[in-house]
């Protein structure tokens, strides 16, 4: 009996450090309880939360918003298909009153208990299934800090293990023994041995599920990073383009101003010479005027003053220079808004006119952004020529339609974990909304 015992704890042990789902453990543990206490038939439930279901412990005695869920049963003497239930956790029941008070309950006749005790046994099971319950080993099972998880009974301890009880004769009972001290303190080494396997895999489960949160955040960050890499050679392909349609030009014309007025001066005509200094002062005023403007772009000081007068000057602005109508409604304020996400939402902004402004054929346009404590809202509908939907996600909407402008916006809000939704159609306009979250 000792070498049985001591290979059935080895085995058991050798299986915890090396298996990580607990209810092959359980099995394994019930199996060796069986047959080490010789008992005819074991259950094994767990302690989980009423709520969510999970497993969990109970800590002091106080069992309020657990439950009791049947994990796991084994009976050689008859076949029985047991369906999964919980229960609640009360002093009524053996299984409940072994969870409350902590102690093992050894029950030499399940129909026979005294009137001095709370705790009964149902006979549902037994009358339902012709089985016959008559002695119980109830042992608690306790994990590290001493808390309970769950409730391993074993039930009808028989002469020998491999014997099967015929439930059937009315003697049946006869040949049913009480479990003693040493089946109890054989339980509650593997009652102790099943909780450590249920909390391994509570931690393991745990570790796993922040190996994935750190693999999907590694992966957010991977993919946000190439989105900030393309964000910004889009950006500098931006001022490029601005540079050398705008300035770049503009010199380019001022050194051939320049090379009229050196000849002008050689052959003496001072009226003429004069007239094309003014025109030539005219460009310079006007290239500078274009590039500090470019420079001013890149970072509007204007933004360090909140996002709802940054936005409301480039409305003035752009409505004065584009003839386009633009209406601005705000709800909440902008006093707690970083500067990435003003920038941002701004830039959005600035994209989505540029676009209305370009393509739209607008007359029209409203601005509704509200915010909140938790994000931002923005809402751009114009009332212009709009465009088939299917172009812009088969990709047919080009860049001389909008489709890059469109792209762009969508890619800064996804920047900051924003994310964007735009609706048109021909002749009815084009809606954009942005959804930006404070982290």
């Known amino acids: 009996m000792l070498d049985i015992m001591l290979n059935e704890f080895y085995s058991i042990g050798k299986s915890l450090s090396s298996e990580t789902d607990p209810f092959k453990l359980f099995e394994k543990i019930v199996n060796s309880s069986m047959k080490l206490t010789q008992a005819d038939a074991c259950t094994l439930y767990i302690v989980v939360d009423k709520k969510t279901g999970q497993s969990s412990q109970v800590k002091d005695h106080l069992a309020q918003g657990k439950r009791l869920k049947f994990a796991i049963s084994r009976n050689t003497s008859m076949e029985m298909d047991l369906q ?28 026979h208990l005294g009137k001095d005790v709370e705790y009964r046994h149902s006979h549902s099971m037994d009358k339902s299934t012709g089985y016959k319950t008559k002695s119980i080993l109830s042992i608690p099972m306790k994990n590290r800090n001493n808390y309970i998880t769950g409730v391993i009974q074993l039930i009808n301890k028989k002469r020998a293990w491999d014997i099967k009880i015929d439930y059937h004769k009315a003697d049946a009972t006869n040949d049913i023994l009480a479990f003693n001290d040493q089946d109890e303190q054989i339980m509650n080494s593997l009652a102790g041995q099943a909780a450590v396997a249920l ?72 009226d003429e010479l004069a007239g094309e200094i003014e025109k030539l002062g005219k460009s310079i005023r006007s290239t500078v005027k274009e590039m500090r403007g470019i420079i001013y772009d890149l970072k509007p000081t204007f933004l360090e003053e909140g996002l709802i007068k940054a936005v409301q000057r480039y409305i003035e602005v752009f409505s004065d220079e584009n003839g386009i109508q633009v209406n601005f409604k705000v709800s909440g304020d902008d006093l707690r808004t970083e500067y990435y996400i003003t920038s941002t939402v701004y830039r959005i902004i600035q994209e989505a006119l540029t676009n209305v402004k370009k393509h739209a054929e607008a007359r ?21 020529r709009g465009f088939q939907m299917e ?43 942005v959804e930006i979250p404070f982290l």
Request: charged content about 25%; overall charge positive.
């Open 364 to 384: 029209q346009v409203t601005i509704r952004l509200d915010i909140s404590n938790t994000g931002i809202l923005l809402q751009v509908s114009d009332d212009g």
């Open 84 to 111: 999964d239930f919980t229960a609640p956790i009360s002093q009524k029941s053996i299984s409940g009153y072994t969870v409350l008070s902590g102690q093992s309950l050894n029950i030499r006749d399940a129909y």
């Open 391 to 433: 172009d812009l996600k088969t990709g047919h909407l080009n860049r001389m339609k909008g489709g890059f402008g469109l792209e762009g916006i969508r890619e800064r809000a996804e920047l900051v974990r924003g994310s964007t939704t735009i609706k048109s159609a021909p002749g009815q306009g084009t809606a954009i909304f």
């Open 199 to 270: 909390e391994n895999s509570q931690l393991y489960k745990g570790m796993q599920d922040l190996l994935n949160v750190y693999e999907q955040q590694n992966s957010e960050l991977l993919y946000l990073s190439k989105k900030t890499m393309k964000a910004h050679e889009e950006e500098r392909k931006r001022i490029a383009r601005e540079i050398h349609d705008g300035p770049a030009q503009a010199v380019v014309n001022l050194s051939f101003r320049l090379e009229i007025c050196k000849r002008l001066l050689m052959d003496g005509k001072k």
